[in-house]
Structure formats: C-alpha cells, structure tokens
C-alpha cells in the first residue's frame, strides 16, 4: 500500500488550499481513511476522516473550513481547507487503518497497522 500526498503550499490567513491524495495497492473497502497533521514540536493530530459508508467526523478545530472526500472507488482522497490560519500549518498526511476507530469523533491519527504517506507541507501566515 502507498499514499502520496499533493497540494500543499504556502498562503496567507483567510486563504485556501486543496490537499490530495493518491492510494496504490490492495486496501479493503472499509477501512477507516482520515487526514492527520503534525506540527513543528507537537503531537499528530487527527483532522478529518471518512469511513466505508462516507460518514465523515472533524476535529473541532477545522469544522466548517476543511472538507474531506473520497474519489476513484476510495483511491483518491481529498482534503479542502478554507479559511486557513496560522494554527494550520503543519505537514499533513493521508492515511488509511484497518482500525475503525481512527474515524470515531473526534478522528485519531492512525494506529500502528495504518499506512501513510510522507506528507505535505501547509504554511499559513498572518
């Protein structure tokens, strides 16, 4: 399994930026797929997921700004993000886990058994 990620960049406040995701190789249609971030000094942090059926949960500190979605047959996944502040920068990540509970509310960053990819990096200035 592999995921990358693309769309990542530099804005300032109150701006926009659309994250994707492209995922190669066998997952189970189930699986929990979720967008983790991790900024500089700090712990990873689960931002939005989306399971099986579509049901999507947030992080409380992104609802209503980030959208995610899932494209393809769940081999793209997208992450929109409006109204962005410093706050957001980090490297996020896309993930898939066989743990369903990645995607409970609030959604976790992934288990040991997830696969992610190696990122990108959002920078939001003021």
């Known amino acids: 399994v592999q995921l990358v990620e693309s769309g990542g960049g530099s804005v300032q406040a109150g701006g926009s930026l659309a994250l994707s995701c492209a995922l190669t190789?066998?997952?189970?249609?189930?699986?929990?797929m979720v967008w983790f971030r991790q900024a500089a000094g700090k712990e990873r942090e689960g931002v939005a997921s989306i399971d099986g059926d579509g049901n999507t949960n947030y992080a409380d500190s992104v609802k209503g700004r980030f959208t995610i979605s899932q494209a393809n047959g769940r081999t793209t996944l997208n992450l929109d993000m409006k109204a962005l502040k410093p706050e957001d920068t980090a490297v996020y990540f896309c993930?898939?886990?066989?743990?369903?509970?990645?995607?409970?509310?609030?959604?976790?960053?992934?288990?040991?058994?997830?696969?992610w990819g190696p990122g990108t990096q959002v920078n939001v200035s003021s």
């Open positions: 190789g066998d997952v189970y249609s189930r699986y929990c």
């Open positions: 993930a898939v886990d066989p743990v369903l509970q990645t995607c409970s509310a609030p959604p976790s960053a992934p288990t040991a058994l997830g696969y």
